[in-house]
């Protein structure tokens, strides 16, 4: 092909590009955005544009658009068809638009066939190399494969985001305009006020992460605490971190599944934070019942993790479940909360921290961009890619409402006796 012809090919597929773009946006309200074609001409008229979609090769909307759903467009974009710039988070409500109005593209006589016009995608090879899991859903084995997947990654990249603490979990702002830092320090002391730790009480930490609420519990509270993760890397450098902190002899990590847990002393106290939505929904009765035969009667287990809203159906398959937290499963709250009950628990407090997660999600969003060539090399550009997108998204899913954060307070009565104060007044006044 010859250059003229060449140029008339390009100018041909930039037309047809946005035609489709102009039909499948016709109704959408909302004109913040810009789109960049890859010949470097734009759609859209904003000038200043909140985000803009850079569509990397002349089949990216064949490729976004002719089987959409969340994890085609998910893929779409971390295999670099196309790329956000700007607010990444913005863009999300114009992927829920285009999700809603591409599906049926090709039944729609208009815009099926301006589908059909555009070229095949021009995908590249990409770095990624997914796991195929072993074993039954939710075994032993395939929970450690799916948490090795997911929190395996080197400890250096998750820092270059998280705060000085290493706490990957929602954090407690006091204003939305407080620093991460603060607000998870906040957190930490928040959940030991809410479980009303004691000098001496022994503490269990399922899925204890790199080992910050511990660390917090132990030098703050002077608990004797026990964190256990399924994550072997995780656990060597929550060790170190017990280490440099100095409470070493009253805290300790273990490499532990939560039903293997066989302690030969019951604990005073329980806490589980960002753990069990990795549990499932037919495996809550027996993580609650370890829960209880762990607790001693007239202790407190504090359950902390995501719901779906009960009136959210998701269409399709998820990029999160394929791509970020394989076996995942969100529940709503109420699912949880039965299984709960069923196991002895009695409810004494329950507490959204929605509006807290979207903030915590928006700085860590902010952070891994500010740090974007240093998560490259830590890791690749796409997991860098799929992080980006991971998070973003889950900052609209906390705005919208489609995700919620709870804290439930579980107690273990004594005949009847709960043997909690009439307030709530101490969990606002932090320790002096």
């Known amino acids: 092909m010859g250059a003229w012809a060449k140029s008339l090919f390009r100018e041909a597929t930039s037309w047809v590009s946005a035609d489709f773009l102009d039909a499948i946006l ?19 008229t904003e000038k200043q544009p909140r985000f803009t979609l850079v569509l990397k090769h002349p089949g990216t909307l064949r490729a976004m658009f002719s089987s959409p759903s969340e994890l085609t467009l998910g893929e779409a974009y971390i295999y670099d068809d196309f790329d956000i710039e700007g607010d990444i988070e913005a863009a999300f409500d114009l992927a829920g638009y285009l999700l809603a109005h591409g599906r049926g593209a090709e039944e729609n006589f208009g815009l099926g ?50 705060d000085q603490h290493m706490v990957y979990s929602c954090a407690y702002f006091s204003d939305p305009d407080e620093d991460l830092d603060s607000a998870q320090e906040h957190k930490l002391d928040y959940i030991c006020r809410k479980l009303r730790l004691r000098p001496g009480e022994r503490l269990l930490d399922i899925g204890c992460g790199w080992g910050g609420l511990i660390i917090h519990a132990a030098a703050r509270y002077g608990v004797e605490a026990v964190g256990i993760t399924l994550s072997v890397p995780q656990a060597e450098v929550a060790r170190e971190r017990v280490r440099q902190a100095g409470v070493n002899e009253r805290c300790r990590i273990e490499v532990s599944d939560y039903r293997d847990i066989d302690h030969e002393r019951q604990y005073d106290k329980i806490v589980s934070v960002g753990m069990f939505e990795h549990v499932g929904e037919a495996l809550l009765p027996e993580y609650f019942r370890q829960a209880w035969n762990l607790l001693r ?48 628990f009695e409810l004494r407090d329950i507490e959204s921290l929605r509006e807290h997660y979207a903030l915590t999600l928006h700085h860590w969003v902010r952070r891994l961009q500010s740090h974007a060539d240093e998560a490259r090399q830590i890791t690749s550009d796409t997991t860098y890619r799929i992080w980006r997108l991971y998070m973003a998204g889950a900052a609209h899913g906390f705005r919208s409402g489609r995700l919620n954060l709870y804290q439930t307070l579980l107690a273990k009565p004594v005949d009847g006796r709960s043997g909690l104060p009439l307030t ?6 932090p320790q002096g």
């Open 113 to 162: 066939t301006r589908l059909r016009k555009l070229p095949q995608s021009e995908r590249q090879p990409s770095d990624l190399r997914l796991i195929e899991f072993r074993g039954k859903l939710h075994s032993k084995d395939r929970d450690r494969q799916a948490i090795s997947y997911h929190y395996d990654l080197p400890a250096e990249f998750y820092a270059l985001w998280l």
């Open 424 to 429: 709530r007044d101490d969990w606002y006044r």
């Open 26 to 44: 016709a109704n959408y309200p909302r004109r913040d955005f810009q789109v960049r074609l890859w010949d470097g001409t734009s759609w859209g």
């Open 297 to 344: 009667p007239g202790g407190v287990f504090l359950n902390h993790g995501i719901s779906y809203s009960a009136t959210y159906q998701r269409r399709g398959p998820s990029f999160v479940d394929r791509y970020v937290f394989p076996d995942g499963d969100l529940l709503p709250i109420s699912t949880s909360l039965k299984a709960a009950e069923l196991s002895g």
